[in-house]
């Protein structure tokens, strides 16, 4: 397979592929990178974070010797995990990819020419994948929603994003992911982080859902304290935003207060999106 060659060319994009026991699809993830790339002209670099210490993938320094791996002596979490990417990044832009997820050839052909255009993040539309099931994220209604993102209203109405590979972005918006003891509210933050700084920039959206994610018993969705990871994720993100610490409120699912803007938020999903539920009721 022909892998890019990004000799005497200014960096322009960090994938950050982040992998827990991942062993059985993190192939399939890595080939769909390069052949989207071998599309385009991005000069990019590709760093996978192995957040598995009892799980050897050298193999894929020797398949792949574009890649630069990086082995984690513990398991440190996919926040930290990112976060460590993210410090050996340095491309302008920055792309967080799941081990499991996959993108479409077209992916980053797209990217490039949105970059060209002046983004400085890009949304993609998503494909959900539950074993031979599979279902478009956003419905047509979501090109309407999306200029209304906001950092408020993420925190406000809960996330309208599926996964952060969907998400490309200057790598100089975001801040360090927030690290907590309980896993699951970091992406969550980092939305709210990204989309609090949206005034002045362009941020754009791709209707075509170019983005692969994969539905499995082992999405760290399933396994995540999502309420205790958002309360100590707050803590932290009210310390370098205090202006939003009056929403703590909508943090709590079942508490006086939050009610109507947890109904407002769900109508809103619904409206726009097509979460996995329609997994689990066959549909």
Known sequence: ??????????????????????RKFIE????????????????????????SPEEELSFLSKKYPEIILLDNEENLGVAKSRNRGREAARGEFIHFVDYDDWMSESFYPTLEKKISEGADLVLFNVTQHAGREARTFYTPLFSCYFPLLTGNSLLRFGSMMRTIGQLVFKKELMDPLIETEARGGDDYFLYIDLFNKRRGKRYCYVKEPLFNYRIHENNLSKRA????????????????????????????TKRA???????????????????????????
């Open 1 to 22: 397979m022909e892998k890019p060659d990004i000799s005497g060319k200014h960096l322009q994009l960090s994938i950050v592929i982040t992998v827990y026991q991942g």
């Open 28 to 51: 399939q993830t890595l080939e769909s990178v390069f052949a989207s790339l071998a599309r385009s002209s991005l000069a990019a670099e590709i760093i996978v974070v192995n957040d």
């Open 225 to 252: 304290d999502f309420l205790r990871s958002n309360l100590e994720c707050f803590e932290v993100f009210t310390g370098r935003y205090p202006q939003f610490r009056r929403y703590q409120k909508y943090l709590f």
């Open 257 to 283: 207060g939050n009610i109507l803007a947890k109904i407002t938020g769900k109508v809103v999903r619904n409206i726009i999106s097509k979460g996995e539920n329609w997994v689990h009721k066959g549909k």
